[in-house]
């Protein structure tokens, strides 16, 4: 890499390019020097990389504001160039939707009038083009106040600038800020509260009570930024080194800033109802989401020294340093700790990755990525992370009862992942007291599924041995035997399944091919023994044969599927296979879901099937006492979702393609059609038509050119149509899926029920936690165990109160919320069939709520 590269790329960083100096202003002074050296020679690459590293290193965009400032005093027209490429960056990212992209942008807009290189009133004008699509967007007669979510990304655009911008524009145009702000405020006036449901990381209905008075995401930003104000516009986390260069950058030329414009939205629909309004407000929260829901899980007491706009700048640094290093897990976790300023938050830290690690309804990122992150900052500050994330579990622990379904898997999934990278050191005996608890009790469950998903990691010697501090919870591990083969001979001797099966054995071994053993189940196995005993031979040995890894079994399924489907053809066939697969590997839920899933993906057993099965009576006894079954429901459903995306995603490739394929075909032609009506001398004789071998290749490449077109065009209509049954049996599933909820929950649900909090009242008298007390979430100083725990194990308190049917409703509500949230997307493209068939009155009132609070449909049309 090129020096001044370097030096751009490590600006304020602890870095061997500029030494032992940890001095903002001595950074700039050399890396200034660099690029004055080569703008001469390379002025284009300079302008493109300096764009580049702002917009992807944007918490060091104080610096590179600084240097675009120091190089307008040297040369006017390549900042002018710049000031011009940003603005067309913008309107691009207008154009286009690209909230992170008009987001950070707007950021270096305002440390570039910082530092007297853009004018102010060019930020302003920015600022009320936002301001006024925003106000028209939410304007009933005017706009379409379902797209609110666009209307409020543009108003926290205006507010983000202002921690590094509002002081000089205060300073220099008081007037037109002021106004601005007057505006903001209206704004605020006349918009809707926005609310949490559906999104919340705890299920608690008295928090969804008090949710009308609590301040969502903008009126917080907006009450953080008074007190901005109020404190004279100082803030402690945002660097501000154009103060050291005040002096030259004075004597710079302020550019004006190209006018833009917000794109136009949807207009509101023809026909309004429930469902075409709720289809829209969907899209809308899609293309503008929320970026941050904050995860309390800290007591305000560690973070008493933060000013409350020194937490939101924090916050911005490390989801976009999340954001633009996502795919170099050291790098993003070095900037992490190194991000410019001066006090220590190490808390803010862990709560911001968990905010986005838990976020629903599904994370910026695959939840792996913020689990490497997490291991690399352990490693990076050994004496201090771990002890907070180790408290950050702790309190996470203490709330798991109230802790959204789909949070709670991830929760299992990383906090098993974080300790296999940690030899699965944790003091287990601080949480032995969950044996006391009865088997349904969500902390219960949640050290059972953590262990069961640390034995896959590891294996379970391995595991025993980390929990012989408290020796009890091998209770909860899995078992250790091995699959369940039910057909060996027993003392000595051998009954008639056995002799089938080792008589299949011997022809998978002898290499028979799958018509010979077809034939052979035909004639002498089916006739005689019956569908059961069949089904039992044949997914018995074949899973016994390929028990001994996975490959194995990926084998055996690829080379004898042709088996399973003939023995089991149709669905009620498929659902008695599926029972057998458990069955055989009843000891190993990781096995059971692997080949389940491997079968579906081979066609082997539908989708539809897997979900009767997990709704047979045997699966739903353990709704709520293991994840197991919920765990095969996940795969079949996502595995469905994926085909349609796969597809969807061809498709647009595919029309890309052919698009490009008729504009060669169409120049092709064109060239033909030109070399056929060109004239030519032949003998000296004036003849039509080019030279004839340069028209033969002429016309062959236009042959070409046309046949690639019918193809791609053969290859869309056969890819539409798989698209169309991909989306026929999505429908399917998620009718059977649903009605299937239905019916389990209409036999369970108490009569009457109409709330959550009334299966939870007594959980909710009996722990009761008083607020003047500690929180579970304060952590002791020295070794960060929760203050209100008994060291030996025991709990204080009392027990669990929650009833086993209460409890079984509620993990079950949770997970028809956690799919409805999830899958909102497919299912509002199915809702009026839904709305039909399943979602009727009498459907039990707490599913039909679950269901509309998934999609964020207002519960009261529920």
Known sequence: MNSWRSLLLRIGDKSPEYGASSDFKDHIDTCFAALRRELDHSPTEILDFLLTCAEQLPHKIPLYGTLIGLINLETEDFVKQLVEKTQTKLQDALDSGNCNGIRILMRLLSVMMCSKVLQPSSLV????????????????????????????????????????????????????????????????????????????????????????????????????????????????????????????????????????SCPSLPNPPAVPSSVSIGKQKHEAELKYPQRVHRLNIFPPSKYEDLQPIDRFVMEEYLLDVLLFLNG?????????????????????????????????????????????????????????????????????????????????????LWFSHHLSNFQFIWPWEEWAYVLDLPRWAPQRV????????????????????????????????????GPNFSLGAEDGKESNETVLSGELNNMVKGKAPVREIILWIDESVFPINGLEVTLRVVVQTLLNIGSKSFTHLITVLERYGQVFSKVCPDQDKQVMLIAEVSSFWKSNTQMTAIAIDRMMGYRLVSNLAIVRWVFSAENIEQFHTSDRPWEILRNAVSKTHNRISDLRKELLSLKKNISSAEEAAKEAKADLDAAESKLTLVDGEPVLGDNPVRL????????????????????????????????????????????????????????????????????????????????????????????????????????????????????????????????????????????????????????????????RRPINEA
């Open 328 to 412: 170099c897990r050291k790098e993003c976790a070095s900037f992490m700790v190194g991000l410019p300023v001066s006090f220590r938050y190490e808390y803010l830290m862990a709560e911001t990755i968990f905010s986005q690690l838990l976020m629903l309804p599904q994370p910026p990122f695959k939840p792996v990525y913020y689990t490497l992150v997490i291991i690399d900052l352990c490693k990076a500050l050994p004496g201090a992370f771990p002890a907070v994330v180790a408290g950050a579990v702790r309190a996470l622990f203490e709330r798991i009862a109230d802790l959204d379904m789909e949070c709670r898997i991830r929760l299992i």
């Open 125 to 260: 004008a920015v600022f009320e083009t936002f301001l006024s699509s925003a106000a028209t967007t939410v304007d009933e007669e005017k706009g379409n106040p379902l797209w609110q979510p666009c209307a409020d990304f543009y108003i926290t655009c205006i507010l983000a600038c202002l921690p590094w911008g509002g002081a000089e524009l205060i300073e220099q145009v008081p007037e037109d800020i002021e106004r601005v702000m007057v505006g903001v405020e209206a704004y605020l006036s006349i918009r809707k509260h926005t609310s949490d449901t559906g999104l919340s990381f705890f299920e608690n209905d008295y928090e969804s009570r008090k949710d009308l008075s609590d301040k969502d995401f903008l009126e917080d930003l907006w009450d953080r930024i008074q007190v901005l104000s109020s404190n004279g516009w100082k803030v402690e986390s945002v660097p501000r080194p154009h103060l050291s260069f005040e002096a030259q950058l004075v004597a710079g030329k302020s550019h004006e800033f190209g006018p833009i």
């Open 696 to 855: 033969n290749r002429l016309k062959s490449h236009a042959e070409k050119a046309k046949e690639e077109v019918v193809s791609l065009q053969e290859s869309l209509e056969a890819k539409e149509a798989l698209l169309s049954r991909a989306i026929e049996e999505n429908e399917a599933l998620f009718l059977l899926l649903y009605k299937s909820f239905s019916n389990v929950l209409t036999e369970r649900l108490p009569e009457g029920t109409k709330a959550l909090h009334e299966l939870k009242s007594a959980q909710a008298d009996e722990m009761v936690v008083d607020p003047e007390e500690p929180s579970s979430m304060e952590l002791d100083n020295e070794n960060q165990i929760p203050q209100n725990s008994e060291s030996n194990g025991e709990k204080k308190g009392s027990a669990y109160k929650v009833g086993e049917k209460e409890q079984w409703c509620i993990t079950t509500l949770g997970y028809v919320k956690a799919f409805s949230r999830q899958y909102a997307a497919e299912l509002w493209s199915h809702i009026e069939k839904l709305d039909a068939e399943v979602l009727t009155e009498d459907a039990p009132l707490l599913f039909r709520s679950a269901v509309y609070s998934g999609l």
């Open 446 to 481: 949640f050290v059972q599924e953590v262990l069961d998903r640390e034995v896959r990691l590891s294996y379970w010697d391995k595991v025993k041995q980390s929990i012989e501090n408290a020796p009890g919870l091998e209770e909860l591990l899995p078992p250790k035997d």
